[in-house]
T-cell receptor
Framework: EPEVTQTPSHQVTQMGQEVILRCVPISNHLYFYWYRQILGQKVEFLVSFYNNEISEKSEIFDDQFSVERPDGSNFTLKIRSTKLEDSAMYFC???????????FGNGTRLTVT | DAKTTQPTSMDCAEGRAANLPCNHSTISGNEYVYWYRQIHSQGPQYIIHGLKNNETNEMASLIITEDRKSSTLILPHATLRDTAVYYCIVRVNRDDKIIFGKGTRLHILP
C-alpha cells in the first residue's frame, strides 16, 4: 500500500539555524499538508497546499515557515531561523480526490537546542 | 467544521470489542465522519469514514445514528496493539484540513 514518507526521522539543530523537513506524498495525491505536535499536546494544523500554492495556513505558520513542492514528488517545510519552541514532531499528509482520507507520514522529530 | 466530543479515556479487555463513542450534534448534511488513531508518537493513521450508512473495513466498523448526531467506532477484537489515541473528526470538502481534538485514549488491558 502506498505511503507518505518523511525524512529525516530525527533532526537536531541549533537555535537560529535553518532546517528543511522533507516529505514524499503518495504519488497521485493533489493536496498536501503539514502538521506539528509538541510533546504531550494535540496535533496542530500548520498549512495546506494545492495546485502549487498555499490554500490555507494557521496562526502558527508565520513568516519563519515556508513550503515548497520543488519537483513532482517532494514536499518540503522550511523553518528559516529555528527557535526552542519549534521543537516538535512534524507530520506531512497528503490527500487525493473527493472524500478520500488524508494519509500521514510517521513524522520528523525536530529538536532545537 | 462541526465540533466533536469524545470521552477522554477508555479501557477495554484484550479480545473484547472496543466501542468508542463520539458526539457531533452540530454536523451538517455534507460533512463526513472520519476516525483516525495515533499510536505513541507515530503519524495519525486513517481508520474509516462514513456519511450516514454504517461502514466496515478490515480494521473497524463505524455506526452512525440515523440523525447523524453521534457515531461509534467498533474494534471487534481489540489487541494490545490497538492501544492508541482515537480521534473522531468531521470534514466536508475534499481539500479540507483535518482538525484534531484531544481524542480518546484507549487502553487495552491484557
Amino acid at each position: 500500500e502506498p505511503e507518505v514518507t518523511q525524512t529525516p526521522s530525527h533532526q537536531v539543530t541549533q537555535m537560529g539555524q535553518e532546517v528543511i523537513l522533507r516529505c514524499v506524498p503518495i504519488s497521485n495525491h493533489l493536496y498536501f499538508y503539514w502538521y506539528r505536535q509538541i510533546l504531550g499536546q494535540k496535533v496542530e494544523f500548520l498549512v495546506s497546499f494545492y495546485n502549487n500554492e498555499i490554500s490555507e495556513k494557521s496562526e502558527i505558520f508565520d513568516d519563519q515557515f515556508s513550503v515548497e513542492r520543488p519537483d513532482g514528488s517532494n514536499f518540503t517545510l522550511k523553518i528559516r531561523s529555528t527557535k526552542l519552541e519549534d521543537s516538535a514532531m512534524y507530520f506531512c499528509a497528503s490527500g487525493g480526490q473527493g472524500r478520500s482520507p488524508l494519509h500521514f507520514g510517521n513524522g520528523t522529530r525536530l529538536t532545537v537546542t | 467544521d462541526a465540533k466533536t466530543t469524545q470521552p477522554t479515556s477508555m479501557d477495554c479487555a484484550e479480545g473484547r470489542a472496543a466501542n468508542l463513542p463520539c458526539n457531533h450534534s452540530t454536523i451538517s448534511g455534507n460533512e463526513y465522519v472520519y476516525w483516525y488513531r495515533q499510536i505513541h508518537s507515530q503519524g495519525p493513521q486513517y481508520i474509516i469514514h462514513g456519511l450516514k450508512n454504517n461502514e466496515t473495513n478490515e480494521m473497524a466498523s463505524l455506526i452512525i445514528t440515523e440523525d447523524r448526531k453521534s457515531s461509534t467506532l467498533i474494534l471487534p477484537h481489540a489487541t494490545l496493539r490497538d492501544t492508541a489515541v482515537y480521534y473522531c473528526i468531521v470534514r466536508v470538502n475534499r481539500d479540507d484540513k483535518i482538525i484534531f481534538g484531544k481524542g480518546t485514549r484507549l487502553h487495552i488491558l491484557p
